[in-house]
């Protein structure tokens, strides 16, 4: 006689209910994410973000109170993905590397990340401006994390540089790519003046701008 199947485990309601908001969460991020690709910042809207992940304006409020308080949870995503990625890269291999061989390491490693160096350029004049105390202390908690597991891996590839040094550079590369992806993204008319061969010193080629700046600083650093 064949017995009855015993009965699936179901996943507790609390369980359930965190996933729900978590996948709520992520499709909020990723509409959001899509509408700053496809515009800028300024012209995305909470209600533009709900109409594309499909939920009612206000759903959009109860997750993110601030249009702010979301774009900081999308770079708080994005930031932990290029750490992670950096790591990866670092940590390939065994020896020493030479400061240009680090500089076009991190360079390299923010190709095809626009989207991540754009909201970065804004995070301290716009994303942190309209956001809790606790939403900020959060994601500061979590930058300082990543920091610290960097910081290790550029020490082992650069025996030179003390941990000081090393927190120092991250913070310096983030000033780096501030500046250069502002420089190198540019608005459309202003890009068709750049064509213009007497423009080429003004013209930004944000990954060779970026090794060379990062060499330039650690070769200043090596020579102390």
């Known amino acids: 006689m064949v017995g009855t199947p015993a009965p699936r485990r179901q996943a507790p309601a609390r369980a359930r209910r965190d996933e729900d908001k978590e996948a709520r969460r992520r499709e909020l991020l990723d509409a959001a994410r899509a509408l700053f690709e496809a515009t800028s910042f300024a012209e995305v809207k909470m209600a533009d973000v ?19 308080a979301l774009f900081l949870a999308l770079l708080d995503d994005l ?87 090393a927190g120092q550079l991250i913070r310096h590369v983030h000033a780096l790519v501030t500046g250069l992806r502002q420089m190198a993204d540019i608005a459309p008319v202003a890009r068709e003046v750049l064509t213009l061969p007497h423009m080429a010193p003004l013209r930004v080629d944000f990954t060779a701008e970026l090794t060379a700046a990062i060499t330039t600083l650690l070769r200043g650093l090596q020579a102390r």
């Open 50 to 68: 709900a109409a594309r992940a499909r939920l009612a304006k206000g759903t959009v409020f109860l997750y993110f109170p601030t249009k702010e």
């Open 79 to 165: 930031l932990t993905a290029w750490f992670a990625k950096l790591n990866q890269r670092l940590a390939q291999g065994d020896g020493a590397w030479s400061a240009e061989q680090l500089a076009r390491t991190v360079a390299q490693s923010l190709e095809g990340e626009e989207t991540f160096t754009r909201l970065l350029a804004r995070m301290q004049t716009v994303l942190e401006q309209n956001v809790t105390v606790e939403q900020a202390r959060r994601f500061k908690e979590r930058v300082l994390i990543s920091m610290g597991e960097t910081a290790v891996l550029l020490q082992q590839r650069l025996p030179f540089l003390t941990p000081e040094d």
